[in-house]
């Protein structure tokens, strides 16, 4: 026996750290892709591959919101703790994930990773030190805020002023580079472009890699126009389903225009991961990865009058606490999943931030005991050696979905029953299989549904309860909590919700967008919108999204996010124009895509 142990230590010493690509979709619904086993008509042939034969999580949770989630991914603690469950972090806000935590990059450190971002950031970049280059990642080309333009990759300010600005740059510990010329590339393909040239320079590396590719799609785009109406970019419309022509041809068996543009945008984000696992299988880095695709919350299935994304069969969506909006999209594939895992399915019980704890496990990481002190998140490390010997409760049989103390709207999973507080009606569907107007099969939840009040002692707050069996019920039809046989449960997880609140809540920190957010308009520099279906939009001078105050300091930022000295704005453009107009003819020449041209 103690010969076997020292044999699979010398093992276990062998064998390189995994490789970690993590892929998050923004705003996926549980009915827009088939792996879920929902029904979904929409065409993924790489993901639903992908998935067959890996490990699908079917019962997986993340937040209702991106920030929160993003949050949870990157620290493994609940976003109650952080002070950032109430809702995303603004453009102009100066607020992040609080400097005192550690996020998985700069863990991974301690095994040697290189680790690189691309995408959408969304976690705080008000001050240089916020940002993922500086917190982990050795380099990182995307944006900082929340929701941006695919093609012109502006983000309108969000109620803090009518304007918006470029938010695409690439970045490192000691360069900030504003990719200003990119108004012809798509993000998707942008993104997914920079990462497969990102394998194929780390292929000869001996280092372990970690690539965390937070995709803007399929989030619908943020516009300052708005047809019939004046630009407005303080409440611009986010409902825009920008895809390019020939994904949303991929999906002509929709006949529904709304929804065939959305499974166009699934379609395209379907390409890009089939891009990156192809860079990967070609540098031999894939059979020592470990893939991880999820979403961030559920979709917004009410936008569009309910016609385009869909959370169908689950009841709500993004920003709400009934399944379709926590219960998320995930599953994890490649070499590194052990041969046992391939091709099942687990309902586990997992959340957002057992990510973490899961993959330093993985890369042989020790978590410092302070950190491991704070962390809401669990090695789920044995479900990937074996899901069919974890039980579903058996690592984690309690998760607090959320605790919004502004609005007192809770929710908490314990067993197979889950509690919502304050939670209001929300519909089931649409089911896009139906008639062409979905929006017709958008039905509301009965108001009388709320019948349990309760006063709890000692206060004199009166909250509204509601109680489901979601393992039994899971699309929330059949509200418990009036039912005499399940008093004792309602009381029981009623009081653990406070209990749990009571332990890892910290306060809201309210802060309000900072008018030194606005970034000064870069003279001569202007962009346009290139749309396949209707006229070029383009805006006034604009600016460039960036750190605007210095590190611990409430003042304006200098240093390398200014431009560079000696380089004016004039001459930047030109060098872009230029190699955006040498790298066209080289494409052409090689038949690469626009999106390759610019990363190379």
């Not at 973490?356 to 809401?376: N, Q, R």
Request: glycine share 8%; charged share 20%; proline share 8%.
């Amino acid at each position: 026996r103690r010969r076997r142990r020292r044999v699979a230590a010398i093992a276990a010493m062998a064998t390189p750290p995994p490789h970690f690509i993590w892929i998050v979709a923004d705003d996926l619904g549980t009915f827009d892709v088939p792996f879920t086993n929902s029904g979904s008509e929409v065409r993924t042939p790489t993901l639903s591959r992908l998935a067959a034969n890996g490990l699908v999580l079917d019962s997986y949770y993340v937040q209702p919101l991106c920030t929160p989630s993003r949050a949870a991914f990157m620290t493994g603690r609940h976003p109650v703790s952080l002070g950032l469950q109430h809702g995303v972090i603004l453009d102009a806000v100066p607020d992040a994930v609080p400097i005192n935590e550690t996020l998985l990059p700069q863990l991974l450190r301690a095994a040697g990773y290189k680790s690189y971002f691309f995408g959408k950031w969304h976690l705080g970049f008000h001050q240089p030190r916020f940002t993922p280059e500086r917190r982990g990642f050795d380099a990182a080309l995307g944006y900082y805020t929340g929701n941006a333009e695919y093609w012109n990759h502006t983000s309108p300010c969000w109620s803090c002023g009518n304007f918006t600005a470029v938010d695409l740059h690439y970045s490192n510990a000691s360069h900030f580079i504003g990719l200003l010329g990119a108004s012809d590339y798509y993000s998707t393909e942008l993104f997914a472009a920079a990462a497969v040239a990102t394998i194929h320079r780390h292929a000869a590396s001996s280092s372990p890699l970690f690539l965390y590719i937070a995709f803007e799609a399929v989030h619908g785009a943020s516009s300052c126009y708005v047809a019939g109406k004046p630009p407005d970019c303080n409440k611009p419309d986010d409902d825009e389903l920008q895809v390019p022509i020939k994904y949303e041809q991929q999906q002509s068996h929709i006949v529904h225009k709304p929804r065939r543009q959305y499974a166009g945008m699934v379609g395209a984000l379907d390409e890009a991961v089939a891009n990156v696992t192809s860079a990967l299988e070609a540098t031999k880095l894939m059979s020592n990865s470990l893939l991880l695709f999820t979403t961030d919350n559920g979709a917004p299935f009410k936008h569009l009058g309910g016609a385009a994304m869909s959370n169908f069969p689950l009841r709500g969506g993004k920003a709400e606490l009934w399944e379709g909006g926590v219960k998320g999209a995930c599953f994890l594939h490649g070499g590194a999943l052990p041969s046992a895992a391939t091709g099942q399915r687990s309902d586990t019980l997992i959340h957002a931030s057992d990510w973490l704890p899961t993959f330093l496990h993985l890369a042989g990481v020790t978590v410092p005991s302070a950190i491991a002190a704070k962390l809401y998140g669990v090695d789920m490390s044995r479900v990937l050696q074996s899901p069919h010997a974890v039980g579903r409760y058996e690592l984690r049989n309690e998760l607090l979905l959320n605790s919004d103390p502004r609005t007192h709207r809770a929710a908490l999973r314990s067993g197979d029953l889950k509690l919502l507080r304050d939670e209001p009606p929300s519909a089931w569907g649409p089911d896009p299989r139906g008639e062409p107007n979905a929006k017709n099969l958008v039905a509301e939840g009965p108001a009388s549904e709320f019948s349990s009040w309760q006063v709890r002692p000692g206060s004199t707050v009166k909250h509204r309860y509601m109680l489901f069996d979601v393992v039994a019920d899971p699309r929330e039809v059949n509200d418990l909590s009036a039912h005499p046989r399940h008093a004792a449960d309602l009381a029981r997880l009623i009081a653990r919700l406070e209990e749990t609140e009571q332990r890892l809540s910290v306060a809201l920190r309210g802060l309000q967008p900072d008018p030194h957010a606005r970034p000064m308009p870069i003279p001569g520099h202007t962009v346009c919108t290139p749309s396949p279906i209707g006229p070029i939009l383009c805006d006034a001078p604009i600016g460039l999204w960036q750190p605007w105050h210095a590190d611990g300091v409430d003042g304006a930022i200098n240093g390398f996010y200014d431009l560079q000295p000696g380089v004016t704005t004039g001459s930047i453009c030109l060098l872009i124009a230029c190699a955006i107009y040498l790298v066209t003819k080289w494409r052409r020449r090689n038949g690469l895509s626009a999106a390759a041209e610019l990363t190379s």
